[in-house]
């Protein structure tokens, strides 16, 4: 494969991931008030079983898509010599978006007590103690490393001021999204910021492919 279609490919990758992401979230049902919502949850899985296993294999697609687009990212920022706050950051997104993939299978377990006609709020119950736990932990290991790729783009010199300011508050508000224990929040904030802070770096990605940088010039 071309230098120049190495490029073109991890640009794709940067510009879909957040699409996947977005999608995905955005036809999660709607669970109105604060966690755990087990009376909407009930609702939501027995009123659309399929749309519930659907929408959180999506999900579980899209948080592995995330962490191959920052990789990508990372690549990139390590071509235009900026090698500190990206390595740092890189493996925090990785173990959170591996973490967050976890949630979505968990959240199979009532839609499999829906359809075997067992009781789908005591099941998500007895989930309760192993995913609130889970779901902090990877959103603020997720949110360290939104922060580190904040820092990095905006050290890079890889967009323009003003893009580059627009793309850091959007990994800002990506990180504190996942820390917000709203629906709305944590499913469309988090999808349309993600898109936001994403598309300019995969356009920048495409149309400037980076050259490979002396390591006696890469920041340290």
């Known amino acids: 494969m071309s230098i120049q279609a190495q490029h073109s490919l991890r640009a794709g990758v940067v510009a879909i991931a957040p699409a996947i992401l977005l999608a995905a979230l955005s036809y999660h049902p709607y669970l109105p008030g604060l966690p755990p919502n087990i009376d909407a949850l009930v609702a939501e899985v027995t009123a659309d079983p399929t749309r519930w296993g659907v929408v959180h294999l999506a999900s579980g697609v899209a948080s592995a898509g995330l962490a191959v ?74 949110a360290v490393g939104m922060v580190g790729f904040a820092i990095s783009v905006s050290r890079s010199g890889l967009l323009s001021p003003w893009l580059t300011w627009v793309v850091v508050v959007a990994l800002l508000v990506m990180a504190l999204s996942r820390v917000v224990p709203l629906s709305a929040v944590q499913f469309y904030v988090h999808g349309v910021a993600a898109l936001v802070a994403m598309l300019p770096v995969a356009y920048s990605m495409w149309k400037h492919p980076t050259a490979s940088v002396p390591d006696t010039q890469r920041a340290v």
């Open 69 to 142: 687009a920052f990789l990508a990212i990372r690549s990139h920022l390590h071509g235009l010599g900026e090698d500190r706050w990206s390595a740092a950051a890189l493996p925090f997104v990785v173990i959170g978006s591996t973490l967050y993939a976890m949630l979505p299978a968990m959240e199979f377990a009532p839609l499999a007590a829906s359809e075997t006609g067992g009781d789908v709020g005591a099941t998500q119950n007895a989930l309760l103690r192993w995913f609130i736990p889970l779901l902090i932990a990877a959103a603020v290991t997720f």
